[in-house]
């Protein structure tokens, strides 16, 4: 879900809040007042199209918890967390006493009165020597148990609302963490305006802050390889987070955390370079002529180079209007290609509606299910239009330029994307992943493209030096996980294992 898409989910999933622009000297445009109530009400209505994409519908805009006008109490443990007896239809090897699922709240450090909510799935197979795996759902501002339930989590819902086990569930290699974020998205939630947040800083400090308390809750789990996961906008979060950690680590902050890699799943990371690759993959797909191509290269591009570029330098506002113009170039493909679906350009979508996810607002909402999650009478807010305008000045932010340090620190970074989505195309993540300079990037250039085969067929195609892998996955859109489960599932697993960058049978001496 980029996480992490315009009208959209990324750009699986993705954006945010801006205080009003002014002149920099001070003195009244008009230009720029203009810009300044537009820019916010344009991310408002890219937020509700893709909650409407979705087929999903919140009661509110952003989770304020029991209520606005009630804080919960301060004192009591930082971590409450129950284990989870949801009934699963169908035999997974063992029964669902025998496994441990679990769901909790835990109280951020430096808030006034936020709660981020989780689930921990303990592995199908040996929960003593599999990694523990975090998965981000990005948006920004929406739920992880989209993924949860859609793409890799331990069972999927039922028409009528039961839940089958996923055959497939990435429970089946790893201690499975699903976190809520940032604070009032699903069911986190805070009464106080004052702890939403709008850029990396605070999203990686407060699940850097929940990790710490995870692990002093399940201490056994602390020695564990850990790695980092997400899908769309959450390519900001995972590296934002991963340095985060690797700090902690280098600073004996706290437990060590025993990171071992991250993961980016069709993802927003270096923005300059990925909007830049919007025409040049829409030509290439076909989804756009030769003409349109040069008219949007030619008239978009530069406008938001120039704006990205004052982003960079300046941040803030600046970011707002830079995401403006940039999305620019994203919609003017739309308007060329029409009711396309922009998370897997093989399907169209039926007026806004792009997928029907809302079983899982119909399930979460089930008083049985409340109960068993211990959330009470707290809304779940499965996409919060609020956190993702909140983000807005984040949006244009290169998340790339804190990359190089931890690869050379030995940290393993997997890029990857299905081939047919369009917000967070392969292509864009591909030239990013290029162009990034570190000790390897010349050797990781010159690397010969493997086949990435399961069961036999080729699903895939990627390229690794040292610590950097990157996988172009076949017939897959947007959400890797829901498209190919299997091809996901032994993905996850050969790569915390060190066997994905292993040379297969065959190599592939062509472009990507």
């Known amino acids: 879900m980029t996480p ?67 804080e919960s109490p301060v004192g009591g443990p930082m971590l409450v967390e129950k284990p989870l007896r949801l009934p699963v239809l169908g035999d997974a090897g063992n029964s669902i006493q025998d496994l441990g699922h679990h769901a909790g709240y835990y109280r951020l ?17 040996n929960k003593s020597s ?17 993924a949860l339930f859609y793409e890799n989590g331990p069972f999927h819902i039922a028409k009528n609302l039961s839940l089958l086990w996923n055959d497939f569930g990435w429970d089946q290699a790893s201690n499975l963490i699903y976190v809520d974020q940032p604070t009032g998205t699903g069911f986190s939630y805070s009464s106080s305006e004052n702890d ?22 399940h201490p056994q789990y602390a020695k564990n390889d850990f790695y980092i996961t997400g899908e769309s906008y959450a390519g900001h979060y995972i590296p934002a987070l991963a340095a985060r950690v690797n700090q902690g680590n280098k600073a004996n902050e706290g437990i060590h955390i025993n990171l071992k890699g991250f993961a980016m799943g069709n993802g927003l990371t270096d923005p300059i370079i990925q909007y830049k690759a919007y025409p040049d993959f829409a030509l290439a797909m076909k989804l756009i002529n ?28 600046s970011c707002a209007n830079a995401f403006q113009t940039c999305n620019s170039i994203f919609n003017e493909i739309l308007d060329i ?75 393993k970074m997997l890029v990857y994307a299905g081939e047919y989505d369009l917000i967070c195309n392969w292509l864009g993540n591909f030239k990013w992943v290029n162009a990034m300079a ?75």
């Not at 430096?110 to 989780?118: E, L, S």
Request: charged residues 20%; hydrophobic residues 40%; glycine residues 8%.
């Open 130 to 146: 599999d990694p523990v795996v975090i998965w981000l759902t990005g948006g920004p501002g929406c739920s992880s148990e989209l």
């Open 196 to 217: 939403t947040r709008h850029d990396e800083t605070g999203v990686s400090n407060d699940l850097y802050n929940f990790l710490q308390g995870f692990f002093k809750l």
């Open 290 to 317: 030769q003409s349109d191509y040069t008219s949007i290269v030619t008239e978009l591009v530069p406008s938001c180079e120039q704006a990205s570029t004052i982003c960079g330098d300046d941040g803030g506002d």
């Open 337 to 411: 290609t029409g009711g396309i679906n922009y998370y897997d350009i093989r399907k169209q979508c039926v007026g806004q509606l792009c997928y029907d996810f809302s079983n899982m607002e119909n399930l979460l909402n089930q008083q049985k299910v409340r109960d068993a999650l211990g959330v009470g009478d707290i809304d779940f807010v499965s996409c919060s239009s609020t956190v993702y305008e909140a983000m807005l000045t984040d949006w244009m932010r290169n998340l790339e330029i804190g990359i190089p340090a931890l690869l050379e620190d030995g940290i």
């Open 438 to 512: 570190w000790s390897g990037q010349k050797d990781f250039v010159a690397a010969p493209n493997v086949s990435f085969v399961v069961d036999g067929a080729e699903k895939g195609l990627m390229k690794s030096h040292g610590p950097l892998t990157f996988l172009k996955v076949h017939d897959a859109g947007h959400m890797v996980p829901m498209d190919q489960p299997k091809a996901a599932l032994e993905m996850l697993r050969r790569w915390t294992q060190g066997k994905l960058a292993v040379t297969q049978s065959k190599v592939r001496i062509v472009p990507l």
């Open 4 to 70: 992490t898409f315009s009208p959209i989910l990324l750009l699986s999933l993705l954006l945010l809040l801006l205080s009003p622009l002014s002149s920099p000297i001070g003195i009244p445009d008009a230009s720029r007042e203009s810009q300044s109530s537009a820019v916010p009400n344009f991310a408002k209505a890219e937020a509700q199209k893709l909650i409407r994409g979705f087929n999903l519908r919140p009661k509110q805009d952003i989770n304020t918890g029991p209520g606005a006008a009630a």
């Open 109 to 125: 450090p430096d808030t006034k009165d936020a709660r981020m909510f989780y689930f921990f799935f303990e592995s199908r197979k």
